[in-house]
Nanobody, 125 residues
Framework: QVQLVESGGGLVQPGGSLRLSCAAS????????MGWYRQAPGKQRDMVAT???????NYADSVKGRFTISSDNANNTVYLQMNSLKLEDTAIYYC???????????????????WGQGTQVTVSS
């Protein structure tokens, strides 16, 4: 199986910064996309930022210019640097990865989605 473990959430004042990390482990053959989604109370889970294995980045309009996604492909790790945090950034942040697993020594044909357990980010004065 595949596990995604997040870290770095917490409480921060408006205008502050946080850095989230997510490490994937398990029977991984390759990861094509990693990213971050978030879900605020009473709202749906929305994409925040994604990065492909080739480094192509995609951001939600609400975080462009404030958040930066990066990855360490060799260690199957993705990061989210969050600057100039706003009250509306408060949410549970989930790590995502599209993973081709290694099964009996062979890669699966197509990637499957995997999620972390989520880490709380609270922006409050």
């Amino acid at each position: 199986q595949v596990q995604l473990v997040e870290s770095g959430g917490g409480l921060v004042q408006p205008g502050g910064s946080l850095r989230l990390s997510c490490a994937a482990s398990g029977s991984i053959f390759s990861i094509s996309v990693m990213g971050w989604y978030r879900q605020a109370p009473g709202k749906q889970r929305d994409m925040v930022a994604t990065i492909t294995s080739r480094g192509t980045q995609n951001y939600a309009d609400s975080v462009k210019g404030r958040f930066t996604i990066s990855s360490d492909n060799a260690n199957n790790t993705v990061y989210l640097q969050m600057n100039s945090l706003k009250l509306e950034d408060t949410a549970i942040y989930y790590c995502y990865a599209a993973v081709r697993r290694r099964v009996d020594g062979n890669p699966t044909d197509f990637p499957s989605p995997y999620w972390g357990q989520g880490t709380q980010v609270t922006v409050s004065s």
